[in-house]
Nanobody
Framework: QAQLVESGGGLAQAGGSLRLSCAAS????????LAWFRQAPGREREFVAA????????DYDDSVKGRFTFSRDNARNTMYLQLNSLKEEDTAVYYC??????????????????WGQGTQVTVSS
């Protein structure tokens, strides 16, 4: 059974850093478009960052560009999201996801068939 398991969330101060990990089992990540989404209380799940199949390209939402970095380790079957210069508005549950759809659908929640359970990131001032 395919599973994505996140880790690395927690509490950080504004301006601080966290690193999220998402390990896959029962699923080889290499041929998939991979992404991170987040959902704050009372808000819809929103796109954060994505990596193309094999990792040749990345895309970031403007709100995190220059602060967050997506990486993937195909050998470890794991993806990561490095969160730097954190802001209070980054507080949310972060989800990793995998999609078999084309790259043009990378920001669409509905394009992702595999999801992690979510990890809480809380940023305090």
């Amino acid at each position: 059974q395919a599973q994505l398991v996140e880790s690395g969330g927690g509490l950080a101060q504004a301006g601080g850093s966290l690193r999220l990990s998402c390990a896959a089992s029962g699923l080889t990540l290499r041929p998939y478009v991979l992404a991170w989404f987040r959902q704050a209380p009372g808000r819809e799940r929103e796109f954060v960052a994505a990596s193309s199949r094999g990792g040749g390209g990345t895309d970031y939402d403007d709100s995190v560009k220059g602060r967050f970095t997506f990486s993937r380790d195909n050998a470890r079957n794991t993806m990561y999201l490095q969160l730097n210069s954190l802001k209070e508005e980054d507080t949310a549950v972060y989800y990793c996801a995998a999609s078999s759809y084309v790259w043009s659908s990378r920001r669409d929640v509905a394009a992702y068939g595999y999801w992690g359970q979510g990890t809480q990131v809380t940023v305090s001032s």
